[in-house]
């Protein structure tokens, strides 16, 4: 049986969905799983799959000789230098995550990348050079022409979306965002998070309080939510942390078919040539799987 190996905080909306394309992947294949959030719970005849590298030590510690996967969602110790950059223990952090992830490119049994600049970034780093993984299609929203409305593109309205970690630009996006304001007295923006408390303090900390509107709106009706904007902003530096993140944000925005018209000057070209790549990869490696009749990709890797 496979195990999905869950600690305390791994579950969001955005794993969540991932998770169920795992899950839906093994049951094609044939197998059983279930997911489990205590180690007594794995025996040493499951395949066990954990989304992150702590929880991969963790299991590999309770038992050397078992099967596990493992799940990139992100290179965390680069995060940690940006959520902890006020903090004495940002590089104490990065050098366990570090730790951490030496020991699931050496023992994992196959391990799963979100993109190409992901796999590479492992490449260079650590010298990873095996041939146990596999690159998901980072694709979450499929384009729905019916979102073409006419009337939604006569009034500049903004949309961000998403959660408000430091090298998503959210400050600069805010930023910016004052500037428009003030040559364009009518446009709008709203934040679409569910850290609402954050997002909040943030418009306090820019005056920006009574321009700008938060709310939350489920995954599930995160496209009917965003078909509603002309503009969406994307606002990425040219760092590693961005280079090898899933482009979700510009599928979402794609699938509810916003304005491209802008793509701002915090958009590094290097960044951005690599991010348009990743998207490429993504909306080609899908359309490929359609036509071969894979519709869960990950099916094939569990037979």
């Known amino acids: 049986m496979y195990k999905l190996f869950l600690m305390s905080g791994d579950e969001n909306e955005a794993t969540s969905y991932y998770l169920r394309i795992i899950k839906e992947a093994i049951l094609l294949s044939g197998d059983d799983v279930k997911i489990v959030y205590d180690l007594r719970d794995i025996v040493q005849t499951d395949y066990v799959i954990t989304i992150h590298a702590k929880a991969f030590f963790y299991v590999l510690l309770n038992n050397r000789k078992q ?18 950059d006020k903090s004495f223990t940002r590089y104490p952090r990065k050098l366990l995550w570090e730790l951490f992830e030496r020991i699931v ?10 993109s190409k600049a992901m796999l590479t970034h492992y490449q260079n780093k650590y010298k990873y050079n095996k041939n146990n993984y596999f690159i998901m299609p980072c694709f979450n929203q499929e384009f729905v022409i019916d979102t073409i409305m006419e009337n939604k593109y ?7 979306v998403g959660s408000l970690s430091k090298w998503q630009c959210i400050d600069e996006m805010l930023q910016l965002y004052g500037k428009i304001k003030l040559e364009i007295p009518n446009a709008s923006l709203s934040i679409l998070t569910s850290d609402k408390e954050k997002a909040f303090l943030l ?50 925005l794609y699938a509810a078919v916003m304005n491209y018209e802008f793509l701002f000057s915090c958009v590094c070209p290097g960044f951005l040539l690599n991010l348009l790549d990743t998207f490429s990869f993504s909306l080609v490696t899908s359309k490929k799987i359609t036509i071969k009749g894979h519709r869960n990709p990950f099916s094939i890797l569990f037979h």
Do not use: H
């Open 67 to 84: 099967y596990i996967i493992n799940w990139f969602q992100g290179v965390v110790p680069e995060e940690a230098l940006y959520m902890y």
């Open 105 to 114: 490119l050496k023992y994992s049994q196959k391990i799963f990348f979100v």
């Open 154 to 160: 006569l009034y500049p309205s903004f949309v961000y």
């Open 203 to 252: 418009l306090e900390k820019y005056n920006l309080q009574e321009e700008v509107e938060i709310n939350y709106i489920p995954v599930e009706l995160l496209n009917k939510e965003l078909q509603k904007y002309k503009y969406g902003f994307i606002i990425r530096k040219d760092n590693v942390v961005n280079k090898v993140a899933t482009p979700t944000k510009c599928i979402n």
